[in-house]
């Protein structure tokens, strides 16, 4: 991914150029082979080299839609304006990740902890996400579309201190 970025100067790449494909090629093709700390390792330089958050409102380098991101754990990260559309988030732990702008729609959430009160999921797209166990007690989803009460309440695992999609708490 260095050779990438550096060679083929990535972060100023058109949208759709053979450098992004390739690159996104190449980290889909790792995240699936690799266990989930060696994968959050990989998250972890992805997002130290913003190429995957929405920067300067431009779209990330590298999006992680469809990506298997399982058991990776992310806390405190920086996933504004990330694409995770179908991604895998399985047992995934994203504690007091800022996911702003983040685009989840039909990604995985089972078993996902978001939890804690300094997680901001405003603007985020949660259309068609399976929310089933996960652990969203205290997440802010003001903001969030694509999801009503009624879904969250049936899938959810806990909703307990979660700023509803409306601004309102909920109440169990």
Known sequence: ?????????????????????????????????????????????????ELVQRIDHKEPVVSLSQANLQGVELHAANLQGADLASADLRE?????????????????????????????????????????????????????EGVTKEQLEDQAETLRGTTMPNGRKYEE
């Open 92 to 144: 995934a732990v994203l504690i007091d990740a800022d996911l702003r702008s983040a685009v989840l729609s039909a990604a995985t959430l089972r078993n996902a902890n978001l939890s804690t009160g300094n997680d901001d999921t405003t603007d985020t797209n949660l259309t068609n996400a399976n929310l089933k166990l996960a652990n969203l007690s205290g997440t802010n989803l003001r903001g969030a």
């Open 1 to 49: 991914m260095t050779q990438h970025l550096i060679e083929n100067n990535l972060r100023q790449s058109k949208e759709g150029s053979e450098p992004r494909i390739a690159a996104r090629a190449q980290t889909l093709a790792v995240l699936e082979e690799l266990e989930p700390n060696r994968k959050t390792q990989v998250l972890r330089f992805l997002i130290a080299a």
